[in-house]
């Protein structure tokens, strides 16, 4: 069974960090794209962070220096920090995996945690 577990939301005061995690199951770590989206209501999904099955990783433009996605293998275990937040870094956060390569696109990717919610109070 394919599991993707996170964990660490909360709430955080703005110029505060957050650091999240996410449990990933055996069958997809280390041969899946690891991602964090984050999705408020009526927006659309939006990514936050990517890292590939070799550590390269990528980030979306609205976090650019501020987040850092890091992997720990032997612990199947993906990881968000972020700092310096804002009060639009609210959202539930979502763990991911996907095969179809390196992307930020949420389509891309078929298997999801449940999220959670991080709100940012200024």
């Known amino acids: 069974q394919v599991q993707l577990v996170e964990s660490g939301g909360g709430l955080v005061q703005a110029g505060g960090s957050l650091s999240l995690s996410c449990a990933v199951s055996?069958?997809?770590?280390?041969?899946?794209?690891l991602a964090w989206f984050r999705q408020v209501p009526g927006k659309e999904r939006e990514c936050v962070a990517v890292?590939?099955?070799?550590?390269?990783?990528d980030y979306g433009d609205s976090v650019e220096g501020r987040a850092t996605i890091s992997k720990d293998n032997a612990k199947n275990t993906v990881f968000l920090r972020m700092t310096s937040l804002k009060p639009e870094d609210t959202a539930v956060y979502y763990c991911?995996?996907?095969?179809?390569?390196?992307?930020?696109?949420?389509?891309?990717?078929?298997?999801w945690g449940q999220g959670t919610q991080v709100t940012v109070s200024s």
């Open positions: 991911a995996a996907g095969g179809l390569g390196f992307s930020k696109t949420p389509e891309d990717y078929g298997y």
């Open positions: 055996d069958r997809i770590f280390a041969y899946y794209v």
């Open positions: 890292i590939s099955q070799s550590g390269t990783t």
